[in-house]
């Protein structure tokens, strides 16, 4: 018999949510509860998982239990159990000895399981997690440095400045040898944290691991799963199933790529009207309906995925933290130069905001853009190898200019947003298809027939615009062109949308 079914036979003076006031630290021993069984030989080592209900998600305890050979009982007390060996968080070593036996006619043997159990112990927090919620406290901590050297310095009297400025000139030489070796450092950590990116064998900086990340992206996946928890589509709802059949071509059409096959693929399609789709390092994919409806064919939507895949792919989420925790380590230096010269508080803080946003305008929003661009490239080449037609990619990012134009959407350049235009993203795939296209046919997919997409739209585009010159000769009001609906003849709704890729034939 094992643990499990000697619990289960157990009375009902002793039920099993007792197990749950147990799971509380007490810092000492509890009775857990009587174990009668008729054969006490048959009880073997085991474990028992407790599940505690409450407002929040049900959390499974492991005790580990460690039956005891019988021991005689003088029965002056209690027996004395050796110290319980702790086996991690939630898990405990429990010692079962015979207790006295009960004059009852025909009862068992009793068993007294003890527990000790101390409180959890914590976690490491994830490097890229701690560095996140140590970002605000070094700024603050450069800020006080800088302001507090400032203070120092005008409460100097002036013959100590001018020791301090001759004690800064004789010493200038050993003060510049500690900057350039601090520099050297800094160049030294540089170069010996570079990798290569996968597929594209771009050279990149890289402090944080995927391991790292992927606790990171655990706890954001359960932020996401949090906000949109009533906003899931069921896995019967044909979008969902269209979005399932995408990825999983996808997936088994680049499982030569060595990064590709480490990830598990799990869907998640979300009632939102925005048009957005993201996966997190851990491989759990978000599509809003919103894309869904965007999107013409399902061609454009295998491109926008394979889009969203080859981040997770490649990486992007720790190259990017990576750049911005070496960036700011220098950024530390100017804000403490910053509050520490500038003579007044508001001056500082209006240097703070210029040093920041020249950070982010030379820095970060460049380098975002630089990875969009080569996800565009690595998300072209993931859907040429599954014999989707490239040629609709360019096709959506057209798309989406035309109807943002149409809705008098302010046109914003290109430098001020963390993504490339929608027409610098079209001429970019563009110039990409024809590579791509030769990929397809090497992995023996069926020849492309029908028209060009981009043709397609170039017409539609222009019946559009000859539209509307009718509309503006008829007086049409501005109100009244915002309200055009943009409608193509290989629009369709997603779910109608027969996911029937061509399959590449077998040797």
Same mark, same amino acid.
């Not at 505690?52 to 005790?63: F, I, T, V, Y």
């Not at 804000?335 to 240097?351: K, N, Q, V, Y």
């Not at 503006?472 to 779910?495: C, G, H, R």
């Given at each position: 018999?094992?643990?499990?079914?000697?619990?289960?036979?157990?009375?009902?003076?002793?039920?099993?949510?007792?197990?749950?006031?147990?799971?509380?630290?007490?810092?000492?021993?509890?009775?857990?509860?009587?174990?009668?069984? *008729?054969?006490? +030989? !048959?009880?073997? #080592? $085991?474990?028992?998982?407790?599940? =505690?209900?409450?407002?929040?998600? %049900?959390?499974? /305890?492991?005790?580990?239990?460690?039956?005891?050979?019988?021991?005689?009982?003088?029965?002056?007390?209690?027996?004395?159990?050796?110290?319980?060996?702790?086996?991690?968080?939630?898990?405990?070593?429990?010692?079962?000895?015979?207790? *006295?036996?009960? +004059? !009852?006619?025909? #009862? $068992?043997?009793?068993?007294?399981? =003890?527990?000790?159990?101390?409180? %959890?112990?914590? /976690?490491?927090?994830?490097?890229?997690?701690?560095?996140?919620?140590?970002?605000?406290?070094?700024?603050?901590?450069?800020?006080?440095?800088?302001?507090?050297?400032?203070?120092?310095?005008?409460?100097?009297?002036?013959?100590?400045?001018?020791?301090?400025?001759?004690?800064?000139?004789?010493?200038?030489?050993?003060?510049?040898?500690?900057?350039?070796?601090?520099?050297?450092?800094?160049?030294?950590?540089?170069?010996?944290?570079?990798?290569?990116?996968?597929?594209?064998?771009?050279?990149?900086?890289?402090?944080?691991?995927?391991?790292?990340?992927?606790?990171?992206?655990?706890?954001?996946?359960?932020?996401?799963?949090?906000?949109?928890?009533?906003?899931?589509?069921?896995?019967?709802?044909?979008?969902?199933?269209?979005?399932?059949?995408?990825?999983?071509?996808?997936?088994?059409?680049?499982?030569?790529?060595?990064?590709?096959?480490?990830?598990?693929?799990?869907?998640?399609?979300?009632?939102?009207?925005?048009?957005?789709?993201?996966?997190?390092?851990?491989?759990?994919?978000?599509?809003?309906?919103?894309?869904?409806?965007?999107?013409?064919?399902?061609?454009?939507?295998?491109?926008?995925?394979?889009?969203?895949?080859?981040?997770?792919?490649?990486?992007?989420?720790?190259?990017?933290?990576?750049?911005?925790?070496?960036?700011?380590?220098?950024?530390?230096?100017?804000?403490?130069?910053?509050?520490?010269?500038?003579?007044?508080?508001?001056?500082?803080?209006?240097?703070?905001?210029?040093?920041?946003?020249?950070?982010?305008?030379?820095?970060?929003?460049?380098?975002?853009?630089?990875?969009?661009?080569?996800?565009?490239?690595?998300?072209?080449?993931?859907?040429?190898?599954?014999?989707?037609?490239?040629?609709?990619?360019?096709?959506?990012?057209?798309?989406?200019?035309?109807?943002?134009?149409?809705?008098?959407?302010?046109?914003?350049?290109?430098?001020?947003?963390?993504?490339?235009?929608?027409?610098?993203?079209?001429?970019?795939?563009?110039?990409?298809?024809?590579?791509?296209?030769?990929?397809?046919?090497?992995?023996?997919?069926?020849?492309?027939?029908?028209?060009?997409?981009?043709?397609?739209?170039?017409?539609?585009?222009?019946?559009?615009?000859?539209?509307?010159?009718?509309?503006?000769?008829?007086?049409?009001?501005?109100?009244?062109?915002?309200?055009?609906?943009?409608?193509?003849?290989?629009?369709?709704?997603?779910?109608?949308?027969?996911?029937?890729?061509?399959?590449?034939?077998?040797?």
């Amino acid at each position: 018999m094992s643990t499990w079914a000697g619990l289960r036979r157990a009375g009902s003076a002793c039920p099993l949510s007792r197990l749950v006031s147990l799971a509380k630290p007490t810092g000492g021993y509890r009775h857990l509860c009587c174990l009668k069984s *008729p054969d006490a +030989s !048959r009880l073997a #080592a $085991g474990s028992i998982h407790v599940s =505690r209900n409450g407002p929040e998600k %049900s959390q499974g /305890r492991l005790w580990q239990v460690e039956v005891g050979k019988k021991v005689p009982n003088s029965g002056r007390g209690p027996q004395v159990l050796p110290p319980p060996r702790w086996l991690g968080e939630g898990v405990l070593r429990a010692v079962v000895t015979p207790g *006295p036996r009960t +004059s !009852r006619p025909g #009862a $068992g043997d009793v068993w007294a399981a =003890r527990f000790i159990h101390t409180s %959890s112990s914590l /976690r490491a927090a994830p490097v890229p997690a701690l560095w996140i919620l140590l970002k605000p406290a070094q700024k603050l901590f450069a800020i006080i440095l800088g302001r507090s050297i400032r203070k120092w310095w005008k409460a100097l009297p002036p013959n100590k400045k001018e020791l301090f400025k001759e004690s800064v000139r004789k010493n200038k030489w050993k003060l510049l040898l500690g900057a350039c070796s601090l520099g050297t450092l800094y160049i030294i950590f540089y170069f010996t944290h570079l990798e290569e990116t996968p597929i594209t064998g771009r050279t990149r900086l890289l402090v944080f691991g995927k391991e790292q990340f992927q606790q990171l992206s655990q706890l954001e996946y359960n932020m996401w799963m949090d906000k949109f928890e009533n906003e899931m589509l069921p896995e019967k709802d044909p979008r969902y199933q269209v979005v399932k059949k995408v990825v999983h071509h996808l997936s088994e059409s680049n499982q030569d790529i060595p990064e590709f096959s480490e990830f598990k693929w799990v869907i998640h399609v979300v009632e939102e009207p925005g048009i957005n789709a993201f996966v997190l390092p851990n491989g759990q994919v978000f599509v809003f309906t919103g894309l869904l409806n965007a999107v013409s064919d399902v061609h454009q939507l295998s491109f926008i995925l394979g889009h969203e895949i080859a981040h997770a792919v490649l990486g992007h989420a720790a190259e990017k933290a990576s750049l911005v925790h070496f960036v700011d380590f220098l950024s530390l230096i100017f804000l403490t130069m910053i509050w520490a010269i500038c003579p007044r508080d508001s001056l500082a803080i209006i240097g703070q905001w210029i040093q920041s946003k020249m950070q982010e305008f030379m820095f970060d929003r460049p380098y975002s853009r630089t990875l969009e661009a080569e996800a565009d490239r690595v998300g072209l080449q993931l859907a040429a190898k599954a014999c989707v037609d490239v040629r609709a990619s360019s096709v959506f990012w057209q798309q989406m200019e035309l109807a943002e134009s149409i809705q008098g959407q302010p046109k914003l350049p290109e430098w001020l947003s963390t993504h490339p235009s929608h027409e610098n993203r079209a001429e970019h795939l563009d110039r990409l298809i024809p590579e791509a296209l030769k990929l397809r046919e090497s992995c023996k997919c069926p020849t492309l027939s029908g028209p060009d997409p981009r043709l397609i739209f170039r017409l539609n585009m222009q019946h559009l615009l000859e539209a509307s010159k009718e509309q503006k000769s008829q007086n049409a009001t501005k109100q009244d062109l915002t309200k055009v609906k943009v409608e193509f003849p290989s629009t369709q709704k997603l779910e109608n949308i027969p996911v029937g890729f061509a399959v590449k034939p077998t040797d």
